[in-house]
Each structure stands twice: as C-alpha cells, then as structure tokens.
Nanobody, 111 residues
Framework: VRLVESGGGLVQPGGSLRLSCAAS????????MSWYRQAPGKERELVAF????????NYADSVKGRFTISRNNVKNTVYLQMNSLKPEDTAVYYC?????WGQGTQVTVSS
C-alpha cells in the first residue's frame, strides 16, 4: 500500500490550495479515505472523510464550508480542496486509509 500526498505549499490567508493523494497497492474504489492534519505541538486530527463511492462526506467543524473532499476512482486519487485558508490551517496534511498513512504535505498559511 502506498499513499503519496502532493499540493502543499505557502499561501496567504484567504487563499486556496488543492491537495492530492495518489493511492496504489489496494483496490482504491473499495475503501473510504480520509485527510488528517497535525500542527506543531498538537495531536493529529481528522479533517475530512469520503466514502468509497464518494456519496458520503464528513468534515471537522473547523473546516466545514471551506474544505471539500473528493475522489476519482479511475485515477485512484483523493483530493482536498481548501478555500478561505486561515493561519490556523497551517499543518502537515496526511492521507489515510485504515492504518496506512502517506508521508504528509506541508501547508503553511501566512502573510
């Protein structure tokens, strides 16, 4: 199983980023996928979840209305569209399936 995140970077408050997670080594379309994040000195927290077929999504209260999780089961990729970014969104963002994690991608929101 391999999960590879990309798309992080430095963005100003109010800006947008789209994270991608390319999955391999398992039947992607059979599993729900999640995005987590971990800020310095804080515990890793769940940001968003999407069901295997994409019909069901859940979000942390802190990102509702600003972030959108989606997936492409042909490309074996899950996305996180992040809009109206705030400094408190600064963290390493991780893709997750069950006990598997990617290496993470850094998102920094700063002016």
């Amino acid at each position: 199983v391999r999960l590879v995140e990309s798309g992080g970077g430095l963005v100003q408050p109010g800006g947008s980023l789209r994270l991608s997670c390319a999955a391999s080594g398992f039947t992607f379309s059979s599993y729900g996928m999640s995005w987590y994040r971990q800020a310095p000195g804080k515990e890793r927290e769940l940001v968003a979840f999407i069901s295997s077929g994409g019909a069901t999504t859940n979000y942390a209260d802190s990102v509702k209305g600003r972030f959108t999780i989606s997936r492409n089961n042909v490309k074996n990729t899950v996305y996180l569209q992040m809009n109206s970014l705030k400094p408190e969104d600064t963290a390493v963002y991780y893709c997750n399936r069950k006990s598997q994690w990617g290496q993470g991608t850094q998102v920094t929101v700063s002016s």
